[in-house]
């Protein structure tokens, strides 16, 4: 997230930055985040220039704020406090209600069936490739799809091979 000001002579400044992890349960939400921003570690060129001109964009990726490395970001810059932001959320989940208005739970589609519905769906997939590759072997044929070839990016899916 971030926070942005503008002053009376229309200059946007970046007041900070704040990861807030979304929750998927269905309710309402209050967080208070911590928010900081870079700055450069010449104190008076990093005044004069958000004075001058609103600041700039010193962040490319805002990853590390999910995952927090101390104060440093780089060699020129450092993270500074910059205040704190109250957020309010509500998170809803729609259904499908039934002809006599109550909702059937077989119809309803949550995150979490739609990720073991994918892991399933990949086991598959390794299974397959590896029956394939154990046919294959001893032959001197490639594979016509080139799918399970190197480089194809298919071995980043063997990383998370659980099954059990």
Not at 14 to 33: N, W
Not at 99 to 123: C, H, N
Not at 148 to 155: H, I, L
Request: charge should be negative; hydrophobic fraction near 35%.
């Amino acid at each position: 997230m971030e926070v942005i000001s503008r002053d009376w002579w229309e200059r946007h400044r970046t007041e900070g930055y704040a990861h807030l992890p979304l929750r998927l349960k269905p309710g309402q939400y209050t967080e208070d985040l911590g928010c900081v921003r870079p700055e450069e570690k010449d104190k008076v060129f990093a005044d004069s220039r958000r004075y001058f001109i609103g600041g700039c964009n010193l962040l490319d990726d805002l990853e590390f704020l999910a995952k927090p490395q101390g104060t440093e970001l780089a060699s020129d810059f450092r993270l500074v406090a910059t205040g704190k932001i109250r957020v309010r959320w509500s998170v809803i989940r729609q259904v499908q209600a039934t002809e006599r208005g109550t909702t059937d739970r077989s119809q309803t589609t949550s995150s979490s069936a739609l990720l073991s519905g994918a892991d399933a769906a990949l086991r598959r997939y390794r299974r397959a490739r590896a029956t394939l590759a154990a046919a294959a072997k001893g032959l001197d044929l490639p594979l016509e799809s080139g799918i399970g070839t190197p480089g194809d990016g298919s071995e980043e899916l063997d990383s998370t091979d659980d099954d059990s």
